[in-house]
């Protein structure tokens, strides 16, 4: 028997990485909205998730052998390397799937890092960044109502609470976008990237109790790749006549939003619960107006500002222990 030398997570990472996702997912809102006036909903969705894919890719399986090198190298000093060549390194930790983890997988990666990437970038060509911000996070609710159900996690009373609060809130920066209006379309697009990405994050939730969140992050997004497939031949095209700042644009959707991202939420979630964690993310509407106002001139009018307030005091009510 053997015991694992690994130091239990302190709780402040859990909340340290869930605000790290906040600003980069706030930022992607921004990212899609600049290129999709050079690069179209599908297309994007493929380089975005097929860079992604080789971001974590690559993250995971070079991190073993870093980590077996210290390893070995630690054990040589101490001159342990002979009594411990059996034990097992860091990297024989890895846990891959196994039948009943595929389906959840599947459905996560189909439709949180497919179907919702595909959608909030043809809703963000209609749509202006803080507006699709606001609407795709209904999603929330639907969360952790989905998580009361199907993870048995309940309806805490400080998350019902929350989570009223910053729907509120929501609904306060609904009224008040820059533009003033929501074109039709743009707006069902939208409710469908929530749905999906309500349905990706509960299907996620079990996986992370039996394996690594950088291979479920990873798995998802190939999986959400592979989708996208079909777009290959128009994202050529359009590379073709795209600017150098587009591209980079691009990678920085890959490597941040997506790849740490991704991983940085499903190490939250790993550590809280579903419905606590959706919540959380009523903040990224406000950070997606904040730098759209700077970034892309869409300036929110100041009841946007108190909605705003509104869903960061319905993240904090959420995030309350009972006493």
């Known amino acids: 028997m053997t015991t694992s030398t690994e130091a239990p997570p302190r709780p402040g990472l859990a909340t340290a990485a869930a605000a790290v996702t906040v ?7 921004v990212a899609i909205r600049h290129l999709g006036t050079e690069i179209s909903a599908g297309p994007l969705s493929l380089a975005r998730l097929a860079l992604g894919s080789l971001f974590l890719g690559a993250l995971l399986f070079i991190r073993p052998l870093f980590a077996r090198s210290l390893f070995t190298r630690a054990l040589a000093t ?20 196994v039948g009943r983890d595929w389906l959840p997988l ?18 963000e060509r209609r749509l202006d960044a803080g507006t699709a911000a606001m609407l795709v996070h209904i ?47 743009g707006v069902i697009l939208c409710v469908i990237a929530a749905i999906s990405y309500a349905v990706g994050v509960v299907s996620q939730k079990p996986l992370l ?19 996208c497939l079909p777009f290959a031949p128009t994202l050529i095209t359009e590379l073709r006549t795209a600017s150098t700042a587009t591209i980079w644009w691009i990678v920085y959707l890959a490597a941040f939003p997506t790849a740490l991202g991704f991983t940085t939420w499903a190490f939250a979630l790993r550590r809280t ?9 009523y903040a990224v509407p406000v950070v997606a107006i904040l730098l759209a106002w700077l970034l892309l001139s869409e300036a929110p009018a100041p009841l946007a500002l108190a909605g705003g307030a509104l869903c960061l005091a319905g993240v904090a009510i959420s995030r309350r222990k009972p006493q």
């Open 23 to 29: 600003v980069l997912w706030a930022s992607s809102f």
């Open 78 to 97: 101490q001159r342990l390397v002979t009594r411990t060549q059996r034990q097992p390194t860091p990297a024989a930790t890895r846990r891959w799937p």
């Open 106 to 123: 599947l459905a996560c990666g189909v439709l949180w890092f497919g179907v919702y990437n595909v959608t909030l970038n043809e809703a």
């Open 139 to 185: 999603a929330p609710l639907l969360i952790a109502v989905l998580a009361g159900v199907a993870l048995g996690e309940g309806f805490p009373r400080q998350l019902v609470l929350g989570g009223l609060v910053a729907f509120a809130g929501v609904v306060v920066i609904g009224t008040s976008t820059s533009s003033g209006r929501a074109e039709t379309w």
């Open 209 to 227: 109790s039996r394996l690594p969140a950088a291979e479920v992050t990873w798995l998802a997004c190939t999986i959400g790749a592979v989708l």
């Open 273 to 281: 619960s579903a419905g606590r964690m959706g919540v959380t993310v």
